[in-house]
């Protein structure tokens, strides 16, 4: 009989950050959000609007998308224009500002971000 009171291990950043970069590229359609283009003929990257550092937003499906090699080359010093402009069509402008206020006021160990994204994969 199998042991529900048993405790999951939790996973390494390595592993969390991998599980969740293909989560997104699933979730995407394995396309560029920005451009539309399709793998294999590109590669895309898990892009992090508000960095990867953030435990409280790295995890966060609202914070990442996939993106192309090219696209985030483009995108990645233009946080507050192209991607900003990008990010506030997609989530609208409140789901924008809950996304920014979770960046600059959650704070989170990445133990317990890792956690939450185990509860979010499952």
């Given at each position: 009989m199998k042991n529900d009171n048993k405790k999951e291990k939790i996973w390494s950043s390595k592993k969390a950050d991998d599980k969740f970069r293909f989560w997104i590229y699933e979730r995407d359609g394995n396309r560029c959000v920005l451009c539309g283009r399709k793998t294999p003929q590109?590669?895309?990257t898990n892009s992090h609007y508000w960095g990867r550092f953030a435990s409280s937003t790295r995890y966060d499906p609202d914070n990442c998308d996939a993106i192309c090699m090219g696209c985030h080359f483009k995108v990645e010093n233009?946080?507050?224009g192209e991607y900003r402009t990008f990010?506030?069509?997609?989530l609208g402008e409140e789901g924008y500002k809950t996304l920014e206020k979770r960046y600059?006021?959650?704070k989170?160990?990445?133990?317990e971000a890792i956690i939450k994204l185990m509860k979010l994969l499952k």
């Open positions: 590109i590669t895309i233009a946080k507050q990010k506030i069509k997609q600059y006021q959650e989170i160990t990445r133990r």
